[in-house]
């Protein structure tokens, strides 16, 4: 998929233009995706960091992740809604949640990550790929 993509935050405060070609769309299911989304998982598209653009601030959260490596998670400083994700393993990548579309239906998960650590109230979807290494 290489059309232009957009999207933002809840208040506005926060928009941008992806150009990149979509690497790949997952749904993940580990403990730190689920605190900083509230929810059982969070649904994400990979795309290199040149081929995106943001308006407004995007502040990151650092965390460590379940295979101990650093990440970020990036949201809007006014409404706090979960905008982005990055982690130092793939330092060219950035993960948008796919809800920030401004037309979510553009998303379409083929991968899943940290699937053992599904909530027994948030079922991964069956028969998606295992997560690229
Ligand atoms: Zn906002
Ligand atoms: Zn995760």
């Known amino acids: 998929m290489t059309e232009q993509l957009t999207g933002g935050?809840?208040?506005?405060?926060?928009?941008y233009e992806a150009k990149?070609?979509?690497?790949?769309?997952?749904?993940?299911?580990?403990?730190?995706?689920?605190?900083?989304?509230?929810?059982?998982?969070?649904s994400?598209?990979?795309i290199d960091v040149a081929g995106i653009q943001?308006?407004?601030?995007?502040?990151?959260?650092?965390?460590?992740?379940?295979?101990?490596?650093a990440t970020y998670s990036g949201f809007c400083p006014t409404c706090g809604s979960p905008l982005?994700?990055?982690?130092?393993?793939?330092?060219?990548?950035i993960y948008i949640h796919a809800a920030t579309l401004d037309?979510?239906?553009h998303f379409?998960?083929?991968?899943?990550v940290f699937e053992e650590a599904a909530q027994p109230w948030d079922p991964p979807?069956?028969?998606?790929?295992a997560a690229p290494k």
Not at 20 to 42: L, V, Y
Not at 55 to 60: D, F, N
Not at 84 to 93: A, G, L
């Open 54 to 69: 943001f308006q407004g601030e995007v502040r990151e959260h650092k965390a460590i992740s379940d295979n101990g490596a």
């Open 103 to 105: 037309d979510p239906s």
């Open 108 to 112: 379409s998960p083929s991968v899943i």
């Open 9 to 15: 935050c809840a208040c506005g405060a926060v928009r």
């Open 125 to 129: 979807i069956k028969n998606l790929e």
């Open 84 to 93: 982005t994700s990055r982690t130092e393993r793939f330092p060219n990548r």
């Open 20 to 42: 990149g070609e979509i690497e790949f769309s997952f749904n993940c299911h580990c403990r730190k995706c689920q605190r900083s989304t509230g929810t059982g998982h969070s």
């Open 44 to 46: 994400a598209f990979a």
